[in-house]
């Protein structure tokens, strides 16, 4: 075991800030294209069935058919980076943009005719009422995209994006579960950690919505 | 101070048509500077889209209303609905918002200066009633529907506005409770000199406040008329009202 972290440590780390950048990269890009999208929708209805469902779409193709159907797909296509961050950006879109929607549907009737019938104007709306009212679910969907993403992006190895994955597909070709299982537990203690750290955020900004309860 | 018989509000013919169905039909009245009008009706009668079609959240489908002598399709909107103040039945008070922020909510749209916005709050908290001390820094969910609707009204008043519009603004509340806001409110009116529409279901609120009483039934204005002249009214909806002011046994 000792042996085992001497010779592969220094990897291991270096693969992991490898997974946490791809990941970071792709939901950032999620978040910026998916709140957006949500917000549109709610504003425009006629464009939240195709939104919607190029979102769906994106999150039913096999994840390893998406990496490989990239590569030959000229500008954001190819080998390594940047066409893992694609890739998982697609598949990061669909809970952000889905949540933003629901979570701003979601305001009180009441709340929103109040600010209107006050004269604030529709960005007014949006952004003192609307978004910070929905806060909370639209975390809870960034925090769903994260963790799909962390265990996703272990697949972006096939494609030479580096990442934990690199390691799994090393064990599994060379049958050798402790390799395997070096990609795998800090993948999974990763997912944990961002599940855990984007919950916490969530409650304490969700907390104000627990007093439109009343 | 605008002098007494200036209109504030004037509806010329309104109908608003939704779905091919008349919300509101032929509407014609006037509501002059600090006059108290209730609109009463049944629920569905039209009391709510009239108020809407004032602060222009609705549009009518033909027809003019008039807002201190403009027709509202002039005004800017959103310049229109901060000269009115707003009383919705659910209140709307914005629950991630402190009190003094909810009430400060059209100064600030307005641009005023902190200091005077702060000032301006206190001010209002007592004039309803409320310690700013106790209230200023709390929110919504930490206070009874009493106190929720005083902020709503307080709130509504922030900016000074000329005209009042509130949808069954004591609605929710129990009867102990209501007739005490009841008469505080008229007390304010009388004091601040505003001019009120005021829509309930409830004939007692209507005789309590209102310099006019307007009945509403099924869109269309059936009765208009002073507190006195309404007594004696003999529209049919109007007596079914009365006979609600009846205790049991009494009739």
């Not at chain 1, 972006?156 to 799994?168: E, R, S, T």
């Not at chain 2, 013919?13 to 509101?24: A, E, F, I, S, W």
Request: charged fraction near 15%.
């Amino acid at each position: 075991m000792m042996q085992f972290i001497n010779r592969y440590g220094s990897e291991i780390i270096y693969r992991a800030i490898e997974h946490l950048y791809l990941v970071t990269i792709a939901i950032a890009i999620a978040i910026a294209l998916g709140i957006p999208l949500g917000i549109l929708i709610t504003r425009k209805p006629q464009f939240k069935k195709t939104i919607l469902g190029f979102a769906n779409i994106m999150q039913t193709i096999p994840s390893l058919a998406l990496f490989g159907l990239l590569i030959p797909v000229p500008i954001i296509g190819g080998i390594g980076d940047r066409t893992a961050i694609i890739a998982l950006t697609m598949y990061s879109l669909l809970p952000i943009i889905r949540n933003t929607y629901t979570g701003i549907i979601g305001v009180d009737p009441a709340i929103r005719e109040a600010g209107k019938g006050m004269g604030m104007t529709d960005w007014q709306l949006l952004f003192q009422v609307e978004i910070p009212l929905s806060m909370g679910v639209i975390l809870a969907g960034v925090r769903v995209a994260a963790v799909i993403a962390i265990g996703l992006a272990t697949i972006a190895a096939a494609i030479g994006a580096g990442g934990l994955g690199v390691f799994i597909f090393r064990g599994v070709a060379t049958v050798n579960n402790q390799l395997l299982f070096a990609g795998a537990i800090p993948a999974a203690l990763m997912a944990l950690a961002a599940d855990f750290g984007l919950g916490l955020i969530e409650k304490r900004l969700s907390k104000s919505e627990v007093k439109t309860i009343n | 101070m605008p002098s007494k018989n200036e209109t504030a509000v004037q509806c010329f013919d309104v109908t608003y048509r939704l779905n091919r169905r008349n919300l509101v039909e032929n509407l014609n009245f006037k509501v002059l500077q600090g006059e108290v009008l209730v609109l009463l009706g049944r629920s569905g009668s039209g009391k709510t889209t009239t108020m809407k079609l004032i602060n222009n959240l609705l549009t009518p489908s033909s027809g003019e209303i008039t807002v201190m002598g403009k027709p509202t399709t002039q005004w800017n909107s959103i310049q229109l609905r901060r000269k009115i103040g707003y009383v919705i039945q659910e209140i709307g008070l914005f629950p991630h918002f402190t009190v003094e922020q909810n009430i400060g909510l059209v100064p600030k749209l307005e641009g005023w200066e902190g200091d005077r916005i702060q000032s301006r709050v206190r001010q209002l908290l007592e004039l309803v009633n409320l310690d700013p001390q106790h209230f200023a820094k709390r929110y919504p969910s930490q206070l009874s529907g009493g106190q929720r609707q005083r902020v709503g009204v307080a709130r509504a008043l922030a900016a000074d506005p000329p005209v009042l519009l509130m949808d069954e603004p004591f609605g929710a509340l129990d009867p102990i409770t209501r007739l005490e806001l009841q008469r505080e409110f008229y007390q304010l009116q009388q004091q601040l000199g505003k001019t009120v529409i005021l829509v309930t279901h409830s004939i007692q609120e209507a005789f309590l406040l209102a310099s006019r009483i307007g009945l509403m039934q099924d869109g269309r204005l059936v009765e208009l008329a002073s507190p006195d002249d309404f007594m004696k009214s003999q529209q049919p909806e109007a007596i079914a009202f009365l006979e609600c002011l009846q205790l049991p046994g009494t009739g």
